[in-house]
């Protein structure tokens, strides 16, 4: 099973529209998570961090279920600028501090 | 200059050269890393330095060879590499604390090895 797995569409929404991405993953001790967006040919950039079971930021929604081991991102009233790749991101602490394993990340396209 | 930048933006490097990437961050965190992103895969980490000492290294070949020399400057030196290893490599740093998966990335060199 991959540490951290993501469907990797695309998913072809039209503006307006509500999308929902599901990320999974394997490591139980994992402390945080995050999502990152990374539009094409650019680096990731922070979207959102996920501390407890879950957190809201304007259109954005982020849900964390850690007995399922997912985390979820909710994407309402979406824009066309909304397309780039998101990427779920687990943090699992080790002795050196910070470790970030990385999904293979989700392409959105949102279409007029 | 603000958060993190990168440089050379893009290289080509035939096998036998040896060149330096270097990155550079301006946001006072104290761990800085080295990622590499392949088409089709997820971000592979390389190298953790945390405080400038490498707490991190995935089982990355030595012809990748890493320099911290402060908090603010991480080099990735390159020699004998194979065309394998033509990647986009990105530079992150953190703060270490509670909140330090919040990484802050650059814009990557692109890598290309012929």
């Known amino acids: 099973r991959k540490e951290v797995e993501q469907d990797p569409g695309p998913f072809n929404v039209p503006e307006g529209a509500t999308v929902a991405f599901n990320c999974t993953y394997s490591?139980?001790?994992?402390?945080?998570f995050f999502w990152y967006r990374q539009d094409c040919r650019k680096e990731p950039k922070l979207l959102m961090s996920v501390y407890s079971s879950g957190n809201e930021d304007g259109r954005f929604t982020a849900q964390l279920n850690r007995a399922s081991q997912y985390i979820s991102l909710l994407i309402r009233d979406s824009k066309l600028s909304d397309s780039a790749t998101y990427l779920c991101?687990?943090?699992?602490?080790?002795?050196?501090?910070?470790?970030?394993?990385f999904g293979t990340g989700t392409q959105l396209k949102v279409e007029l | 200059e603000t958060g993190v930048t990168q440089t050379p933006r893009h290289l080509v490097m035939g096998m036998t050269n040896k060149k330096s990437l270097k990155c550079e961050q301006h946001l006072g965190h104290n761990a800085m890393y080295w990622y590499k992103q392949s088409a089709k895969k997820p971000l592979e980490l390389m190298f953790v330095?945390?405080?400038?000492?490498?707490?991190e290294n995935n089982s990355v070949p030595s012809r990748f060879s890493p320099e911290c020399p402060n908090s603010s400057h991480l080099f990735l030196h390159l020699h004998t590499l194979q065309p394998e290893d033509s990647a986009l490599y990105l530079c992150a740093s953190s703060q270490e604390g509670p909140r330090g998966g919040e990484q802050f990335f650059g814009p990557g060199t692109r890598l290309t090895v012929l």
């Open positions: 991101v687990v943090n699992g602490l080790t002795g050196g501090g910070n470790k970030l394993t």
């Open positions: 330095y945390n405080f400038k000492e490498q707490t």
């Open positions: 490591n139980s001790a994992s402390q945080s």
